[in-house]
């Protein structure tokens, strides 16, 4: 119980006077070797009782003076109590940041994120941040190193010599909408029986571009881009209908159950996938808010055609598999146009008719919305 009682006494009594007591020192990791960074506070209370603060360099013990040590004591005062034994081990983990006298102080945590507005990285007292404004990197308040010779590109750093490549070279996943482009009047077709969908019928390219210098300015740069990508028509009808081969060319008829009798449909849909290819100068700014613009034609090759439809209640999902008298071949236009700080818009227009002629409608794709990378 005397144990208790004197690490009680030794603990109220710093909270009191602070840093003094019958002996206050400083010692670099108690004089070991190698370790001159690291310091210690050792208060003694008479010849069996001390009490030692431990921080990685003085700076860390300084911080002990915004934290309310009476409120510490207490807390550890109630757990001590909550004890019946004569000598007591207590390890806990105390949250630092109740504690302290001034909220607005609290340590924030190390972290790591990256995002549209940059990559932003937090080490102790240490920041880096790269963003549009350059490189810069912080010890606690003050500003050590900066390079504002960095500069945002598209979704891309280079430096502002204008040495890299285009903004689009890479990787690309680009996400959207398709719908018709075109949609003539053709006998013998009600356009109600082949409509789409608005937000249902979705766009996907997933894709690589290469890229070659042509003119390089200080403020803006020429390229002309090379792409290759696999994308994906998905055409949902919208309404109880789907597409028909026949000998002739293609229906758009109700779906019907084994009986005949048509049923409501949960999804109708027709997908196409196509393997592409593409070329695209573009044109690159270093300051601007319009990071790119790039405007190209492209030429694509189907790679099948199927139906997907899903009767409500119920989970099967039927596919039909055929060519649905679809063109091979698809070519177009295209543009897109990027903005600093946010994902780059594109569009993409077909010049061709989606189906072969007097086989069915007489439409023209038309495909837009961001790309992610």
């Known amino acids: 119980m005397k144990s208790k009682i004197y690490a009680m006494a030794a603990l109220f009594i710093l909270a009191a006077i602070g840093t003094r007591a019958d002996s206050l020192k400083f010692s670099n990791e108690f004089s070991r070797p190698g370790a001159r960074d690291k310091d210690s506070i050792i208060v003694t209370f008479g010849d069996k009782t001390r009490l030692i603060i431990y921080g990685e360099n003085r700076a860390e013990l300084e911080r002990i003076m915004k934290y309310d040590l009476n409120a ?103 996400f ?3 719908t018709y482009g075109a949609n003539e009047a053709t006998p013998g077709y009600d356009k109600a029986t082949y409509d789409l969908k608005p937000f249902g019928s979705r766009y996907v390219s997933l894709g690589y571009v290469a890229s070659a210098n042509v003119i ?69 700014f270093s300051r601007s808010f319009i990071s790119y613009i790039s405007a190209g034609v492209y030429g694509g090759y189907r790679i099948g055609s199927y139906t997907k439809v899903r009767v409500y209640g119920t989970k099967d999902v039927e596919h039909d598999r055929k060519n649905f008298y679809i063109e091979d071949l698809r070519y177009g236009l295209a543009a897109e146009i990027g903005i600093r700080n946010f994902p780059d818009f594109f569009v993409n227009y077909d010049l061709n008719n989606l189906y072969e002629a007097n086989r069915g409608p007489s439409v023209r794709m038309l495909s837009f919305g961001v790309r992610l990378f």
């Open 176 to 178: 959207g909408l398709n």
């Open 72 to 174: 510490l004591l207490r807390d550890l005062k109630v757990r001590l109590d909550s004890t019946r034994a004569d000598t007591t081990l207590l390890r806990e983990e105390f949250d630092g940041n109740k504690y302290l006298k001034n909220p607005g102080d609290v340590v924030e945590k190390d972290y790591v994120r990256i995002g549209l507005r940059g990559i932003h990285i937090k080490d102790g007292d240490t920041k880096v941040s790269i963003d549009g404004k350059g490189v810069e990197v912080k010890e606690g308040d003050e500003v050590v190193a900066s390079d504002s010779s960095y500069r945002r590109i598209g979704k891309r750093f280079h430096r502002a010599s204008w040495g890299g490549s285009s903004p689009r070279k890479g990787f690309n996943v680009a």
């Open 216 to 284: 390089r300015g200080k403020n803006a740069r020429l390229h002309l881009d090379f792409g290759i990508d696999f994308s994906w028509y998905n055409m949902m009808y919208d309404g109880n209908n789907t597409i028909e081969k026949t000998d002739d060319g293609v229906e758009f008829n109700d779906v019907v159950n084994g009986q005949g009798q048509p049923v409501e449909v949960r999804k109708s849909k027709l997908v196409v996938p196509y393997v592409n290819l593409s070329i695209m100068p573009t044109l690159s």
